[in-house]
């Protein structure tokens, strides 16, 4: 709903741009989980991959998106891999 309402109402904060998340996962399988994962995270699209970072278009790069992204890979590598 939040991101709805911001986007919808020109009087809400919103500062769209891309963030650059340096994730600890290996390029393939892993990384590409994880990027479909955070699709579903309001606000936030994978827009693209360098090195050892993934890029993220975000409504609002003023909110903490790198903190979140963090701890949804913290949370899939403790689920699903546990190295």
């Known amino acids: 709903m939040d991101v709805a309402r ?7 904060p919103l500062r769209p741009g891309f963030v650059a998340y340096p994730t600890r996962l290996p390029r393939g ?19 693209g991959e360098e090195e050892a970072q993934l ?13 979140e992204l963090d701890q949804e890979e ?8 546990n190295d």
């Open 29 to 47: 399988l892993r990384r590409n989980v994880f990027a479909t994962l955070t699709s579903l995270l309001p606000g936030t699209v994978p827009a």
């Open 6 to 12: 911001r986007a919808l109402d020109p009087g809400l």
């Open 74 to 81: 913290a949370a899939l590598v403790r689920a699903l891999y």
């Open 55 to 67: 890029l993220y278009h975000c409504l609002d790069v003023d909110q903490p998106v790198i903190a």
